[in-house]
Nanobody
Framework: QVQVVESGGGLVQAGGSLRLSCVAS????????MGWYRQAPGQQREFVAD???????SYADSVKGRFTISRDSAKNTAYLQMNSLKPEDTAVYYC??????????WGQGTQVTVSS
C-alpha cells in the first residue's frame, strides 16, 4: 500500500500563486509516475500534470505555461507550482501515484480557491 498526502491548498486572488505538495509513503518502491488531477464542483476529475521517474512531464493545455510540476524522488514528493491563477482553476486538487505494476493510489485532495 501507498499512502498519499497533499498539502498547500488555500484561498488566493486571481493572478496569485500557490505551491502544492504531495508526499508518498508506505510501499514506495517502484513508484513510476506522480501526478495531479483536479475536480471542480459538478464536474469530472481532470488531468492537470504528471511527472515520470525519469523526469518527463506532461501538462493539460489549460495549465501549460502557468503550472510547473517537479519531483524530489529522494523525498518521494511531487510539487505543483501554480502561477497566474485564474478563478477557473478553483477545484479540489488530487495527487495520484502510479507504481510500475500499474497500481494507482490517490490522496484525499486539497482545496484551491481562486477569487476574482
Amino acid at each position: 500500500q501507498v499512502q498519499v498526502v497533499e498539502s498547500g491548498g488555500g484561498l488566493v486572488q486571481a493572478g496569485g500563486s500557490l505551491r502544492l505538495s504531495c508526499v508518498a509513503s508506505g510501499s514506495i518502491f517502484s513508484i513510476n509516475t506522480m501526478g495531479w488531477y483536479r475536480q471542480a464542483p459538478g464536474q469530472q476529475r481532470e488531468f492537470v500534470a504528471d511527472i515520470t521517474r525519469d523526469g518527463s512531464t506532461s501538462y493539460a493545455d489549460s495549465v501549460k505555461g502557468r503550472f510547473t510540476i517537479s519531483r524530489d524522488s529522494a523525498k518521494n514528493t511531487a510539487y505543483l507550482q501554480m502561477n497566474s491563477l485564474k478563478p477557473e482553476d478553483t477545484a479540489v486538487y488530487y495527487c495520484r501515484v502510479r507504481r510500475t505494476n500499474r497500481s494507482i493510489y490517490w490522496g484525499q485532495g486539497t482545496q484551491v480557491t481562486v477569487s476574482s
